[in-house]
């Protein structure tokens, strides 16, 4: 994985290459930005190039030279043992550390615990002892700290003398989809480096190019709905959710809404949460029952979001093209039925909605609540 193939961070490219011109390059970064842009495929870029012996330059072409304000990026050669080992996952001076890591910790109370959270034993032991060590290779030793913003306070507070003078060429990257919940002591020892979502059309190509077998029309739909961001768009494409979409948006069209369905209606919001939290759970088995749940409810809140959004276009700039074209008739029929000033207000009254549940509402209650205030609509 090297620099230059990441697409469209400029921002990003452009302070890190600035970086390494300078004369003193800074040992730790925050690397910030939505989930799924690329920050991780950034950061084992960066990794392969301080790791390499024999780095060199790339041009970029003149759109893209144009685009990233730089002509050249320096970056790792790709074919010496050090570019393969990296991008293998397989060199022994880079070393990624995640929070599921717990469990290959030696202490025994600490492998009974769950990894919702980066502890300061996980990252004493995978990081600031590992920290202190020679390099095996001898050239650096880099750190790539997943979900940085779930390191805890106590954890952070462990770290910061060594992101503020780690010895040696030890470099600490830390991903981090949400930096604001770093402490500031933390993110005033680090370079900042600032990600940002991916152009719909840039998704929708590579989408094309993962899973050729979609439709042009699926395409567009999960580009739009993931919002730039190509990790959680073939997240969401591996959860079906435009099956589940046919689903919640048939309960948000006419009669299921009517008065006195709305426990009903929200014990079949429910259901489908739980089948998309079985999911979720599967890809990170620590977290409980009720927050896969949680977590299925602010998908099914997505959906609806987006499913609003669309009526508003079609309200308000009927000649654009539909995200939705799948459904462009079920929309157009809403958007008759519903004016733009209801259509805005859903999407507020969503929005609320996901706070509250973040606030941990009851599920069925806020639901219940929630298609309530849709009645109307
Ligand atoms: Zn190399």
Redesign the pocket.
Known sequence: MSLHEVKHQARAQQVIQRALLGERLPHAYIFHGPAGVGKEMLARGLA?LL?????EEVSLDGTEAAAVGIETLRV?????E??LTAAAGTHPDLHVVHRYLYRDHPDADVRKRKGLDISVDVLRHFVIEKVGRKAMGGRAKVFIIREADRITVQAQNALLKTLEEPPGATFLILLATNAERLLETTRSRCQMVPFDALPGAFVAERLADLVPELSADTRAWYAQLSQGRLGEALAYLEDDLRSVNERLTATLQGASLAEGETAAGAAGWLEMAKALGQGYKERDPDITETEATRRGLGTLLHLAANWYGDVLRAQMAPALALSNALQADAIAAAANRVDAHQAGAAIRRLAETQRHLEANANPQLCIESLLHALSPV
């Open positions: 392969q790791l390499c012996g024999t780095p790792g050669c790709g074919s010496c050090d570019c």
